[in-house]
């Protein structure tokens, strides 16, 4: 009994697989956090643009 546990915890330090999702679930949350730092610096500015295209669509 006291191997089959020293195998299956040996086995559990070997296993990678949940650090890896771990790793990639932090780098998309980094990346959405970025994306929507910058969607709120530019938004502004593309709200201009599209008002400005809205405006030239109706005028014509």
């Given at each position: ?13 070997r ?11 932090l ?6 956090i ?22 030239a669509?109706q005028?014509?």
């Amino acid at each position: 009994m006291l191997t089959n546990l020293k195998t299956v915890i040996a086995s559990l330090r070997r296993d990678e697989k949940g650090a890896t999702a771990i790793e990639y679930g932090l780098i998309a949350a980094f990346v959405s956090i970025a994306i929507i730092a910058t969607l709120q610096l530019i938004g502004p500015a593309l709200d201009g643009i599209f008002q400005q295209v809205l405006a030239a669509l109706q005028s014509a």
